[in-house]
């Protein structure tokens, strides 16, 4: 199981998230899970570093393209191409606008199931439909209406890795490998020692 204990995911809160102050408060949520982090740093990512980020996966545009397109007939709208990597690089621009509007938090966390364990936290990705006690659900107003009628990205307070792949690729692009630490935690003993050893006098 050790392997499951080492699980890393990326969480990265986005300008939106830095400029409202809630770097402590994301930082909070995930750090009394459990999980660790084991990475951490402040900077304001340029264009190339945003871009690189959304296409580590290659499928990525294009799914992005045709859930863009369905989004808008759902929505009665006519989409502006019926092509799906024209409708992605839209969407991709309004993120590198957005992701390089100001700093942003880049953090790596490990643990047991890591990966959904974040994911749940931070909630569904429009804020309007994300879930009461969640990141996005308890500090977010904005939708993908609001934000399509302005030409931008949902603002939505934090990035969090999709799948433990997907978080072992988006880390190694936000940090190197002396960038992470590898530690013990105190707490770790509850949350994996098979007995709880030694907690009487």
Avoid: C
């Avoid at 740093?41 to 945003?50: H, S």
């Avoid at 994911?119 to 994300?130: A, C, F, H, M, N």
């Avoid at 692009?173 to 530690?183: D, G, K, R, T």
């Amino acid at each position: 199981m050790e392997h499951v204990i080492k699980e890393q995911t990326l969480v990265i809160i986005k300008p939106d998230g830095v400029q409202r102050s809630l770097i402590g408060e994301v930082v909070r949520r995930i750090e009394r899970t459990g999980l660790k982090l084991v990475g951490i740093k402040m900077l304001v990512p340029n264009a190339e570093q945003v871009r690189g980020h959304y296409t580590l996966d290659a499928g990525w545009l294009e799914a992005v393209g045709h859930k863009a397109i369905a989004g808008m007939r759902d929505k009665g709208l006519t989409p502006e191409s019926d092509d799906p990597m024209v409708m992605a690089e839209k969407v991709l621009d309004g993120l590198v606008r957005y992701f390089t509007s100001g700093p942003v938090v880049a953090m790596a966390w490990q643990g047991a199931h890591a990966v959904p364990v974040v994911r749940k936290l931070v909630g569904s990705t429009e804020p309007l439909t994300s879930d009461v006690g969640t990141i996005r659900g308890d500090f977010v107003i904005d939708s993908y209406p609001l934000s399509n009628g302005n030409g931008r990205a949902v603002r939505n307070l934090v990035h969090a890795s999709g799948t433990p792949d997907e978080a072992v690729k988006e880390i190694a692009h936000w940090f190197s490998s002396n960038e992470l630490l590898s530690y013990r935690l105190v707490g770790e003993q509850i949350l994996y020692d098979v007995n709880l050893d030694g907690l009487l006098e």
